[in-house]
């Protein structure tokens, strides 16, 4: 699926201050994911509120608080979406 160019960049610098070792499967779930909710919205682009349900829906608890940091650092911005939600 194609994927916006600016929500790409966002993404690969975001998968890029993550530790190695944890780099692979994110980029392979985000991906899958953000991919999957492109397709529930009916869109033919993956777009930054794709890749940001994805995140906050399959981070686990004990590294959400450093998603969020690099989330800030690599100018997604998760507020605008309603993230996070209650």
């Not at 975001?14 to 994911?33: D, G, L, N, Y």
């Not at 690099?70 to 996070?84: A, C, H, I, S, V």
Request: hydrophobic share 35%; proline share 5%.
């Amino acid at each position: 699926m194609e994927w916006d160019i600016n929500t790409k960049e966002k993404f690969k610098l975001f998968t890029s201050k993550i530790p190695v070792f944890h780099r692979h499967i994110t980029e392979e779930a985000v991906t899958k994911m953000a991919e999957e909710n492109a397709g529930k919205r009916n869109c033919a682009k993956v777009e930054e509120q794709d890749v940001l349900a994805a995140f906050f829906s399959g981070v686990p608890s004990p590294f959400y608080s450093m998603m969020v940091r690099l989330l800030e650092q690599t100018g997604f911005d998760y507020k605008k979406y309603g993230f996070p939600k209650s």
